[in-house]
């Protein structure tokens, strides 16, 4: 019996206004009441918050209904897989031992249902991006994490919110079609034998069959959420209103 797989990426929260973020996290909450009845693994591609710096006794406040959400689903043993973006500045422990996530650094290749899919949440794939390549070694340094994680939580937190907002208007000034990169690696992947390839971080929603495979962006939950589903042979790609 095929399983069923639930995929959402770039959710961002904490980026706008409060009334945005309210609305946002209502359609993030509910979403995720829907995934209880509705997938067997759900993945989350990165950058749920706009920014996430984690101390060990301290966490930053907001959000709480999106974390308790995403307790109940762990409830309803229903295994949640994470990965890191470029906005998750330093997780440590608590998503695991809260939610039982597994957490990924890099990329996933992993059979669902049969077919083989390459998951990442996509930054650093662009050959020519090298300032970026070179800041996200620094940032996942983990004696510089260390380092800055002695810093009280109000100027931490503070610091990693204004660097997050400075990174999304690079990201966004960006052009992450085929030219620049993602769709080239995307189609390495799957000349290399995969059958989906699934990437977030540019913010813009893609289904692009390539061969024998299918290239799929999620695009993020600023502009027009939406999530991804495959309980069969085919992953389709579905608003959420």
Known sequence: MNKRYLFISDQHLGLQTKEIEDKKERLLVKFLEFAEDNCDELFLIGDLFDYWFEYKRVYQK?????????????????KIHYFIGNHDFLHRDFFSKEFGAIMYESSLDVLLNGKRFYIAHGDGLVKNDIGYKFLKVILRNKFIQKMYSLLHPDIGIAIASKTSKSSRKYTMKKDYGEINGMFDAAKIKIDEGFDYVIFGHSHERVVTKYNNGVYINLGSWIDKPCYGKFDSNEFDVIDWK
Do not use: H, P
Request: hydrophobic share 45%.
């Open 62 to 78: 907001g959000f709480f209904r999106t974390l308790t959400a995403l307790q109940d689903v762990a409830e309803k043993e229903i």
